[in-house]
């Protein structure tokens, strides 16, 4: 029986990240919503019943020290090669400890996302050598999984969700997973994030910051 699931959560440097959020909250916002995202995510993986090891690949200082209170382990990102590269440096770490680990990419932009849901969609995958969960627009990927002994082989970006299709992954079809689905791109994306209730962090955030400009 598989003993739990390592999980590998990417992050771009802060100043990086989310640009496409810049008109809903600003410079200043969009990078403290990123780390917020983040941490709501970690948080989530990390308490997930299903989840033996979380791993996050960044280069952000910020962002290291943040998500390591939380218990991860943070590593660089060595191959500074974009969102994919990042997600293969961090299963080959999972694996030269562990080499039999089942390894699951988690997006880091999923401020809506309960350890419960997360548990459903990891023990869907547990079935299939490769498997993924598409995003809430039916475009992205928010989850690519790969049992023990299989590739990752990350296809993230754009309309990664028939590149995963294409390459023979399971897409996985499961009701009621709806915070697991709901990454935040745009400021229309965390409003509807918001509906479905954020965490702790992302919610300060918004209340200290200002940050989303309706």
């Known amino acids: 029986m598989q003993e739990g699931w390592s999980v590998v959560v990417p992050l771009k440097p802060l100043p990086r990240a989310k640009s496409r959020l810049t008109a809903a909250a600003g410079e200043a916002g969009r990078a403290l919503l990123a780390l917020a995202f983040a941490e709501d995510t970690v948080a989530a993986v990390v308490n997930c019943a299903a989840v033996r090891d979380v791993t996050v690949v960044t280069d952000d200082a910020l962002a290291a020290e943040r998500l390591a209170r939380l218990g991860v382990r943070v590593v660089?990102?060595?191959?500074?090669?974009?969102?994919?590269?990042?997600?293969?440096?961090?299963?080959?770490?999972?694996?030269?400890?562990?080499?039999?680990?089942?390894?699951?990419?988690?997006?880091?932009?999923?401020?809506?996302?309960?350890?419960?849901?997360?548990?459903?969609?990891?023990?869907?995958?547990?079935?299939?050598?490769?498997?993924?969960?598409?995003?809430?627009?039916?475009?992205?990927?928010?989850?690519?999984?790969?049992?023990?002994?299989t590739a990752l082989g990350a296809a993230f970006g754009g309309a990664s969700r028939s590149r995963h299709r294409a390459s023979g992954a399971v897409e996985l079809t499961l009701a009621g997973v709806h915070g697991a689905r709901q990454d935040v791109d745009t400021g229309e994306d965390l409003l509807r994030a918001l509906a479905l209730g954020v965490g702790p962090r992302t919610a300060e955030t918004l209340r200290t910051s200002a940050a989303l400009r309706r």
């Open 76 to 149: 660089p990102d060595l191959p500074e090669g974009g969102l994919n590269a990042a997600l293969e440096h961090g299963a080959r770490q999972v694996r030269a400890g562990n080499p039999a680990a089942a390894v699951a990419a988690v997006n880091a932009d999923l401020p809506a996302l309960r350890a419960a849901e997360l548990a459903r969609v990891l023990d869907a995958a547990a079935g299939h050598r490769r498997s993924f969960l598409a995003d809430a627009a039916g475009v992205g990927t928010t989850l690519l999984a790969a049992g023990p002994g």
